[in-house]
């Protein structure tokens, strides 16, 4: 599968997703890419998104592209803070869809207080 990393996601994490092929929107040359541009461009050449931007969902309509996404949420966003959550990462690149988005917590307080707010873990 083909991963594109956004711009606040950890590059040290790539490593820990093996066998799939990871490249950064800093690599593609589209670190300053909106987030609807950014998906426009991606799904030409990319399965899945991995992103830290919990906004993004709200902003886009994730259904409308033909790319996964997957956030990463923490209260502090760092390898070593998200790197638990890779095997879960490589478990939901097995089953997700394009259009599809899930969110990740490394935080537990940070997942009731999303769920509270209304972003819901889909």
């Given at each position: 599968m083909?991963?594109?990393?956004?711009?606040?996601?950890p590059r040290?994490?790539?490593?820990?997703?093996?066998?799939?092929?990871?490249?950064?929107?800093?690599?593609?040359?589209?670190?300053?890419?909106?987030?609807?541009?950014?998906?426009?461009?991606?799904?030409?050449?990319?399965?899945?998104?991995?992103?830290?931007?919990?906004?993004?969902?709200?902003?886009?309509?994730?259904?409308?592209?033909?790319?996964?996404?997957?956030?990463?949420?923490?209260?502090?966003?760092?390898?070593?803070?998200?790197?638990?959550?890779?095997?879960?990462?490589?478990?939901?690149?097995?089953?997700?869809?394009?259009?599809?988005?899930?969110?990740?917590?490394?935080?537990?307080?940070?997942?009731?207080?999303?769920?509270?707010?209304?972003?819901?873990?889909?």
């Amino acid at each position: 599968m083909r991963i594109l990393f956004d711009t606040g996601m950890p590059r040290a994490l790539a490593k820990s997703l093996s066998p799939h092929e990871v490249s950064t929107t800093q690599k593609q040359g589209w670190k300053d890419l909106s987030n609807g541009d950014l998906l426009s461009v991606a799904q030409e050449s990319f399965d899945a998104l991995l992103t830290t931007d919990s906004n993004i969902k709200y902003q886009q309509r994730i259904e409308n592209f033909d790319i996964a996404l997957i956030v990463l949420r923490a209260v502090k966003i760092s390898a070593e803070r998200l790197l638990p959550l890779m095997p879960k990462v490589l478990a939901t690149l097995d089953t997700i869809k394009p259009g599809e988005c899930v969110y990740l917590y490394a935080d537990e307080a940070l997942e009731r207080k999303d769920r509270r707010k209304g972003q819901q873990k889909d």
